[in-house]
């Protein structure tokens, strides 16, 4: 009987953490989740999957760690698996020839009036698209970092590789971001008001 009554006590005691720690990371892991699966059902089959996994392997957790983090891991890998294939592996290119075409791009945007799209338009829905079109393991990288706040090393820990790598990629991701916005631009037309305003300006 005192053997049973402590193990209901490490039970309870088990479940008060993971209610505290991880349960209050619930909103962010479904959209992590929704952001992986783009499909709300798949979504949440994923997110119920992840917190089963993850109250499984709670004492493999230090509570007070970054909890969130780990979620992310266990939900990523979960969905790799779901999956059954291998994560696709990405070779980036060279880091100095990836800082000139960045740079190329930025003075390709400033010259056709774009170097302030992002505080005259909103391109939320545009943005989206681009995440959403980037090749996997880009997209991770801006899901982790740039959409769910998660520092380099966090996001090295749940991809499972290099915080270089993380660096790496990350930067030709948000190259290939700004590309998609011009040509988004470019197509819509943003700019051109602004162009044959300032055209008109200066012919007066």
Not at 68 to 90: A, M, P
Not at 107 to 113: I, V
């Amino acid at each position: 009987m005192p053997g049973q009554i402590m193990a209901d006590e490490r039970k309870l005691q088990r479940d008060r953490e993971f209610h505290a720690e991880a349960l209050r990371w619930l909103p962010e892991v479904t959209r992590f989740a929704l952001s992986l699966t783009r499909d709300e059902s798949d979504a949440d089959d994923l997110v119920q999957e992840t917190y089963l996994k993850a109250y499984e392997a709670w004492d493999t957790y230090t509570p007070g760690t970054e909890c969130r983090g780990w979620l992310f891991t266990i939900c990523r890998h979960s969905f790799y698996r779901r999956r059954l294939r291998e994560e696709r592996q990405v070779t980036c290119d060279d880091p100095e020839l990836e800082a000139l075409a960045a740079v190329a791009v930025h003075a390709s945007a400033r010259q056709g009036g774009y170097a302030d799209l992002f505080a005259r338009f909103d391109l939320s829905e545009a943005i989206d698209r681009a995440i959403a079109a980037l090749p996997e393991a880009f997209r991770d990288v801006v899901l982790l970092v740039d959409v769910n706040d998660q520092s380099y090393e966090a996001a090295a820990d749940t991809l499972d590789v290099p915080v270089g790598t993380v660096r790496s990629r990350l930067f030709r991701a948000r190259r290939l971001l700004q590309e998609a916005l011009i040509d988004h631009a470019r197509d819509a037309g943003l700019v051109r008001a602004q162009t044959d305003a300032g055209a008109n300006r200066h012919e007066s």
